[in-house]
DNA sequence: CAGTGAGCGAGCTTCCGCTTGACTT
């Protein structure tokens, strides 16, 4: 017998299917050991971290101990990044004890063929990426839990955080707030001349940007005597491709936005979705798609829809700090609803045309500008003005997601054509500040900076609720009085950690200790005096 | 002797990231 161990119970169960009766395939639910929650758990001259058991796992360690004994070998699957490796890391210093045959394999799909692949590759443990997340690890134990402190004694409530990655966050939504509040919106007015041509209406816009309506009405009211024609006509093609397939980000912003799911709601059910075998892993970063798969839900697309429907399977390039363990999300066949209650249906359907979108054609457009010639016995000169048209000449993805794009139908116009005025118009606009994040564009944003990782953007949003830094209100977040104090106090003591590049110059430094180029204990003291002061480390 | 109240001291919060049940409310 072997024993096969992996991460989440849900992979355990289908590898079991494919390596079957000689195989112990087991999961430990993420990470076995971390820091104390109580006391920082770090001595801050050497840099020596206590790691004890999370709960439940000492008995779960029992049980693989257990395991280990009887078997040949020990194949320790964990996710292949630096998270992944630091389990395998502690899995490996307990299981040792029992037995000394212990490899490390990574697989990147799950596939009867990967995983047996994984296994004849099997090695060793990468002690540079160990090193890399102790590194992660200790810096966001020591920012949270040495400034936290200070903000209860300043702000006399214990309830208050600070971190890496929240502290940057609230950053972002308390500026938005103050760009808010600070916004003046000024007024602004268009000439605007509705037409006719055989019986069918129109309008065009003077492109001009009137500050008063009495100088826009003035213009208006000499075109009221004008004598309109087509100058010209001018027709381009273009197209909108379609969706990439969904990550997590997206995922959660765009139930958010599409479905008024909150972040943590749509974790929940995409988890759900996920054990149930639904759809393929919930937390990743990377938009790839098994080509065997892709061209399943393209023969679907096909029969469907038809051959003129299918499009390609689209190679993205993938971010900086995707750590590439696990593919998009995606339903895991082609079967475009599920016999399930209410909420999970609507969240799959979402998942599963988002899915056969990304892999569908274009949509192709027609754009139209049409320029007017005015000529009135009030001015020397010809005014132009301009009509635009947008027309959908083929559907393509939209067929199955929906798509921003907004008609604008013109009727049938060739240069020289003569014009009816039926009534010249002013329409007001505004300048329009800047809106409020929602939980999903937080989420969005917080990934472009890089800060936060697929597994927390949910509980980002949480953290930041629970202390009371924000309240959620028709979707959109609000920061609280003591939001703005604390991100004010932060700015003036801790400008580093405020700093929204802070999170990748991090991580260009962990990538350095990945690739056994610096010793992780040196990023750690480097990024521990640059952010916190000398005084707070007492060294 | 019982009840009250001042004064003192101890203990408590907190990070980010990986994964789900096993708990309590």
Redesign the pocket.
């Known amino acids: 017998m072997k024993l096969f161990i992996v991460?989440?119970?849900?992979?355990a169960k289908t590898i079991q299917k494919f390596l079957g009766k000689d195989f112990y395939v087991k999961?430990t639910?993420?990470?076995i050991k971390?820091?104390p929650?109580?006391?920082?758990g770090v001595d801050l001259k050497t840099l020596k971290a206590k790691y004890v058991y999370?709960r439940?796992k000492k008995k779960l360690i029992e049980e693989l101990k257990r395991l280990s004994k009887k078997v040949e070998i020990v194949y320790i699957c964990t996710?292949p990044?630096?998270?992944?490796e630091a389990?395998a890391y502690f899995l490996k210093k307990d299981l040792q004890k029992v037995n000394k045959n212990i490899k490390r394999a990574v697989f990147y799909e799950i596939t009867p063929a990967a995983i047996k692949e994984s296994i004849r590759n099997a090695g060793y443990i990468n002690i540079n990426l160990v090193y890399s997340q102790f590194a992660?690890?200790i810096l966001?134990?020591l920012?949270?839990?040495?400034i936290?402190?200070i903000l209860?004694k300043e702000f006399k409530n214990?309830?208050?955080?600070?971190?890496?990655?929240?502290?940057p966050a609230l950053r972002l939504i308390v500026e938005r707030e103050r760009e808010i509040q600070n916004f003046r919106v000024k007024k602004y007015y268009y000439v605007k001349v509705i037409l006719e041509k055989d019986g069918e209406i129109f309008h065009a816009i003077y492109d001009y940007r009137y500050e008063k309506p009495s100088d826009a009405k003035i213009i208006a009211e000499k075109l009221e005597k004008g004598f309109f024609s087509v100058y010209s006509v001018d027709i381009k093609e273009d197209k909108e491709y379609s969706p990439k397939p969904f990550i997590t980000s997206d995922l959660q912003a765009e139930a958010n936005a599409k479905l008024g799911f909150p972040p943590e709601k749509t974790q929940k059910l995409s988890?759900e979705l996920?054990?149930k075998g639904y759809i393929t892993?919930p937390?990743t970063d990377s938009y790839r798609m098994n080509e065997q798969k892709a061209k399943e839900f393209m023969n679907f697309i096909r029969r469907e829809f038809g051959e003129k429907y299918v499009g390609r399977l689209r190679n993205f390039r993938e971010k900086k700090n995707v750590?590439g363990?696990h593919e998009c999300i995606r339903p895991t066949k082609p079967i475009p609803t599920i016999p399930e209650r209410e909420e999970l249906r609507i969240l799959y359907d979402l998942i599963f045309r988002r899915t056969l979108a990304s892999l569908m054609k274009e949509i192709q457009l027609e754009r139209k500008k049409v320029i007017v010639e005015a000529i009135t016995p009030e001015l020397r000169r010809p005014i132009y003005l301009i009509a635009k048209g947008l027309k959908v000449v083929f559907d393509g993805w939209s067929r199955v997601y929906p798509s921003e794009i907004k008609e604008e139908l013109l009727p049938l116009l060739a240069a020289g054509d003569l014009l009816k005025l039926i009534k010249t118009d002013l329409e007001e606009r505004r300048t329009q500040p800047p809106s409020r994040y929602t939980e999903g564009t937080l989420i969005k944003t917080l990934e472009k900076l890089g800060?936060?990782?697929?597994?927390?953007y949910s509980?980002?949003v949480k953290?930041l609720k629970?202390?009371g830094y924000i309240k959620v209100k028709n979707k959109t977040i609000l920061p609280t009085h003591i939001a703005f104090e604390v991100v004010d106090f932060l700015m003036e003591n801790f400008p580093l950690l405020m700093d929204y590049k802070f999170?990748s110059l991090m991580e260009e430094k962990l990538d350095l200790v990945e690739e056994g180029k610096v010793d992780w204990k040196e990023v750690v003291y480097e990024f521990a005096s640059k952010v916190l002061s000398k005084e707070l480390l007492r060294i």
């Open positions: 991460e989440s119970p849900t992979k999961a639910l993420g990470h971390d820091l929650e109580r006391g920082l999370l439940g996710d990044d630096r998270e992944g389990i992660r690890r966001d134990r920012i949270g839990y040495l936290s402190p209860w214990y309830r208050l955080s600070a971190g890496r990655v929240q502290s988890q996920y054990e892993y937390r750590q363990a800060i936060g990782r697929p597994s927390t509980t980002i953290t629970e202390r999170t």
